[in-house]
């Protein structure tokens, strides 16, 4: 019990790395939609994409998500995909969401903090980048 109250960490590792892999879930499901003509349609309806780089900003947008999504999964190139993720989701809640992010913009402002720990912390000991960038 006294180690449950104290400040030192329990299980680090595992925990960090399992909510990688959610956030990694999360990100993947979120830009699946990269592949969904009719969804990607619908956003393109939106006024902030009717111009000449709206087509490349929502594709983008959901590539970025997609493909930072599968990289904390596994684990692979956190820190690149932790600013990805940071880049993309802080776009969103900042100027799509028009920085209310106590309100609507709340949930990617919260991938864009989950980003910014990933960025700290990399993949830790359960990830791909320590088994191939071992010091």
Known sequence: MNRF???QP??????????RIFIGAFLIYHG???FDT????????W???KNSSGKTMVYAGKASEFISGILLVLGLFT?????LVI????YISFFLGNGEIWMDAQHPFLFVLFGVVFLFVGGGKLSLDNLIFKK
Do not use: C, H, P, W
């Open 5 to 7: 109250l104290s400040s």
């Open 10 to 19: 329990l299980v680090q590792d595992f925990g960090l790395g399992l909510v």
């Open 32 to 34: 699946r939609e990269v």
């Open 38 to 45: 009719v969804a990607m349609n619908k956003y393109l309806e």
């Open 47 to 49: 006024d902030m994409f």
């Open 79 to 83: 820190r690149i995909a932790a600013l």
């Open 87 to 90: 880049g993309t989701l802080g």
